[in-house]
C-alpha cells in the first residue's frame, strides 16, 4: 500500500544531502513524495536576490529528479529562525500536514550545529503530538554534512539507527545533490560530492550493502 511522505527540511539542498536517495526509493515504491522548505537558504548572506533565484531553481530541478509530488517554499528568515516564535513555524508544518495526511515525516536532527535545522525539529515535533486519529506514524531524523558532524560533542550526537539501502538510487541522489552545485565545496571539504558518495557508501557498508542513508528514529507508532 503506498504512503505519503513528507519531508520538512530548513534550506532546499537539506533533503538531498539528508534522504534524497531514500525519496527516490520511495517515489520507485509508489508512495508521494513532499518536500516543504522552512527557508530560502541564503537570506543571511546579505546577497542579491538572483541568488536566492538560483537557489530555488536548484530545488526545482532536483524535484524533477526526484519525480516528488509537491514542493512548497516558506520564508521563514534563514539563519535566524530561532528569533521567531516556535508557534508562528509549527503552525506551517500542522497545516502542511492537515494537507496531505503524511504518514512518514523525514526532518533535521535536533542535535545539529545550524541553528534553523535545531528549530526546523522542535517544529516538527510540536506539530507531531501525538493525538487519537494523527496521520503520523513515524519520524525520522538524517544527517546533512557539515551541520550534523560540527556540532560539539557535549550535544546530542547522531547515532543512527535506522539505515535504508540505497544502492539502486546512489546515482539518483548524486544526480540530486549535483542540482545544487552552487551549495558543494572542493574536496577535502565536508560538503563535497566526492564525501557525500562516500558517506553512503560508509552508511551501506556498515550494515552489509553498497550505500544506505542513516536515520535516528524519533518516533514510531505501530498500530
Known sequence: MSKTILVVAAHADDEALGCSGTLARHVAEGDSVHLLFMTDGVGARKVVANEADARLSAAEQAAEILKVSSV???SFPDNSMDALPLL???KEVEAKIKEINPEIIYTHHIGDLNVDHQITHRAVMTACRPQPGFSVKAI???EVLSSTEW???SVLPFIPNVFIDISDYLSTKMEVVTAYED???AVP???SLKHIELL???RGY???VHAAEAFILVREIKG
Open 72 to 74: 512548497t517554499n516558506l
Open 88 to 90: 508562528d513555524i509549527v
Open 140 to 142: 525520522y531524523a538524517f
Open 151 to 153: 556540532q560539539t560533542p
Open 183 to 185: 551549495e558543494m565545496r
Open 189 to 191: 571539504h565536508s560538503r
Open 200 to 202: 553512503a557508501q560508509h
Open 206 to 208: 556498515c550494515v552489509g
